[in-house]
Structures are given as structure tokens and as C-alpha cells.
């Protein structure tokens, strides 16, 4: 059972982790699709749209860290659980 949760918890945490690596860069992406559409920043947008860029990137690698964290903890779970019935087995054989 405790194997099958971390099992669960690692499925989960990369998930959540390539869907937030995956927004910061294409936070990051935005910018130079900015810079190459507009070099000069003539258009009228945002005052600093990098800062904002920026901020987005951090925001979604910060969730990314959060899934590799939740990784790690279903990958651990998962290790204790297999070792802890090898363990048992081979108690059992003798």
C-alpha cells in the first residue's frame, strides 16, 4: 500500500513538475518573441514587460519545485516500501 501511494505521489509530482517548467519557459520564451515581433518596444504595452515576464517565470518554476519536492517524497516512500519488503521476505525465507 505505502508503495502504491509513493508510486502515486512520484506520477504526480513529475507532472506537476514538467507543467511548471514548462510555463517558465514559455514565460521565458514570451520575451524574446516580444523582443524579435517589436525591437525597438515602440508598441504601448506594459511599462516593463520583462519584470512581468519575469515574475510569471518565477511564480511557475516555484510550482515546478513544488512537484520535484512531491516527487522526491513519492520516491522515497516508494524505496522505503520495496526495501522494507525485501526485507520481510527475506526474514521469511529463513
Known sequence: MMRAIG???LLLGL???IAGLALAFYSFVGIYQSVASDPLAETA????PEREAARQ?????????????LAAIGAT???FAKRKRRRAQRLARG
Open 15 to 17: 507532472a506537476v513538475m
Open 7 to 9: 508510486l502515486v505521489l
Open 77 to 79: 516512500m516508494s524505496l
Open 57 to 69: 517565470m518565477l511564480v511557475w518554476a516555484g510550482v515546478g519545485f513544488a512537484g520535484a519536492v
Open 45 to 48: 504595452g506594459s511599462a516593463e
